[in-house]
């Protein structure tokens, strides 16, 4: 991932970046040819890029939107993941995240917009926008939760940057559907590719933002590189990872988890201690490194800046 | 103790059971010593108490199958001492659930009885699990010596409840799980063969006349 780099090194004496992070595929090549044949075939498998290694992301502006809990550590956030294309174990990700290959990233965006249809760079898409670091509280809909010092830029700025027509009245997000590298993907174990949307009013909202790293470094694989969403008034499910797909559509989506099992996981899976799920009851939660649980906080303590959205609503109809 | 298979001399199996049984003990009491063996040295990752859960409910399960598996052993590979570590793969069935609920309970949820209240009666996975663990409760209790001399013919018709506790269980961890029922289901398939060599040799038994070797078997399966 390009991130912004100290002017004064003119980008020509920097390493071309493709040969940076092909290295070890390099290296192994080069080694592959001194020890011939045999050494080659003993290499086998090693040719593969390795995930992108983790920068530094400097210059980041603090948020009004941030809270001052107390965060996790960053083991914690790298070791505890859900993210079923790397299996079902909350260890699965950080224990398989080099099979996945992030380098390069495409976003493919798409739908009712007046910006052109394309498959962007990773770099195009991120380029125009200034990074800041968003201390959000993360609720997963297992009754557990984290704060995570994100750093990405607001959704918003992206979704007005590609110009959209009347017509889009949702955004469509896609995860990387890759069962090569996916090994939850090869099992089969949800209906890849994995699918989120928002509407376009919560897409628009100033506490959704795209994420590129955490603790001030680029993401690792397992919390979803290169970029992904996060929406932190709704349970995690809907903040999906490694995003290669935007659509702007005029109809509902449905999202993964919604029609893997209909009943248990709607569309808009807002954090609600009232409201519970068929097998967690949803009015606390603990927090990772707490003995104790908390109470859960309607909209994870965002009902000021989201609630106004669902003004009206039946949200025990509305899951 | 004449069936066909009783083979071996009454002492020598005397001899190798005694023998045996502090290695079975200290098998079964493996994963709990690895389990504080992590809680000492942080190991137990990042949620500890679901880590907990999930180690001490896995081997109750797997004990309660093990305690199931004791009677087809001694029928199909004719080795009769093995019901004389039945008892302990029951108890130690009875301690890891002991320990799964108490986890539950105490650490996750600190005693508060209303959440638990709700848990129990609206989580179906919740209830399964909790009745499970209760009918566990007198099979324990009457596993003593004076226990099973005291209730005599009512003792195996009391100790049948292992099948529905055994069943609870696996229902339990099908209903815990969220997508991928490749786990539970292999604890169902295991216990269904279980179940099933029982009921083959019951519609067996029913056809054909009971030999009194098999009676004597049976007597001592207490």
Redesign the interface.
């Known amino acids: 991932m390009l991130i912004k780099q100290a002017p004064d090194i003119p980008s020509s004496e920097i390493t071309p970046e493709h040969v940076y992070y092909n290295r070890r595929q390099f290296m192994g090549a080069a080694s592959g040819a001194a020890l011939g044949a045999a050494g080659a075939a003993l290499l086998g498998g090693s040719g593969r890029v390795q995930a992108a290694p983790q920068e530094d992301i400097p210059d980041l502006k603090p948020s009004p939107f941030s809270t001052d809990e107390r965060l996790n550590s960053y ?2 956030i790298t ?2 993941n859900n993210f ?1 294309e790397f299996g ?1 174990d ?2 699965d990700p950080r224990r398989y995240a080099d099979d996945l290959t992030v380098e390069p990233w495409s976003v493919r965006v798409e739908g009712h917009i007046n910006r052109p249809a394309a498959d962007y760079a990773l770099e195009d898409i991120l380029q125009p926008h200034p990074f800041e670091e968003r201390i959000y509280r993360l609720r997963c809909v297992e009754a ?1 939760s984290m704060v995570v010092p994100w750093v990405g830029f607001p959704l918003a700025d992206l979704v007005r940057r590609f110009e959209p027509t009347s017509r889009a009245r949702y955004v469509r997000f896609e995860t990387l559907y890759r069962p090569e590298e996916f090994r939850g993907q090869r ?1 089969r ?2 209906d890849y590719p994995y699918v989120e949307a928002l509407r376009m009013d919560e897409a628009l909202n100033p506490l959704a933002i795209l994420v590129v790293g955490l603790y001030g470094k680029t993401l690792l694989n397992q919390n979803g590189a290169p970029l992904r969403l996060m929406v932190p008034w709704k349970y995690g499910f809907k903040s999906l990872k490694s995003i290669v797909k935007i659509q702007f559509v005029e109809e509902q989506p449905r999202n993964t988890w919604n029609v ?2 209909p009943h248990e996981y709607g569309f808009y899976a807002n954090v609600n201690p009232e409201v ?1 799920h ?4 949803q ?2 939660e ?1 927090r ?2 707490s ?3 908390q109470r859960t906080q309607m909209f994870n303590g965002y009902a000021d800046q989201v609630a106004h959205m669902y003004a009206g609503m039946d949200l025990a109809a509305n899951y | 103790m004449r069936g066909p298979a009783a083979r071996f001399p009454r002492m020598a199996t005397g001899f190798v059971v005694r023998r045996a049984k502090p290695f079975v003990f200290l098998a079964c009491l493996t994963p709990a010593l690895l389990l504080g063996w992590d809680a000492f040295t942080g190991g137990l990752g990042v949620n500890p108490i679901e880590d907990i859960t999930h180690r001490t409910g896995n081997w109750a399960l797997r004990l309660l199958l093990a305690t199931l598996a004791v009677t087809p052993v001694r029928r199909l590979a004719g080795w009769q001492a093995a019901i004389r570590f039945r008892r302990m793969l029951g108890l130690f069935a009875f301690f890891y659930a002991t320990l799964h609920f108490s986890t539950y309970l105490v650490f996750d949820h600190f005693f508060d009885l209303l959440l638990i209240l709700e848990d129990v009666a609206e989580r179906r996975y919740v209830t399964a699990g909790f009745f499970g663990f209760v009918l566990m409760i007198p099979l324990a209790v009457t596993s003593t010596r004076g226990w099973i001399r005291r209730l005599g013919r009512r003792w195996t018709a009391l100790h049948r409840l292992v099948y529905v506790s055994a069943a609870a269980a696996v229902v339990h961890f099908l209903w815990l799980v969220k997508i991928d029922l490749v786990e539970p289901l292999i604890y169902a398939a295991i216990l269904a063969g279980l179940l099933g060599v029982r009921a083959a040799r019951r519609y067996a038994g029913r056809t054909r006349p009971v030999q009194a070797e098999e009676g004597g078997a049976a007597q001592s399966a207490r």
């Not at chain 1, 068929?278 to 009851?281: A, L």
């Open positions: 083991e914690e070791s505890y079923y079902l909350k260890e557990w099992r174990n949800l893997a099992i519970n068929p097998r967690w009851s009015a606390t603990r990772i490194g003995f104790f649980r």
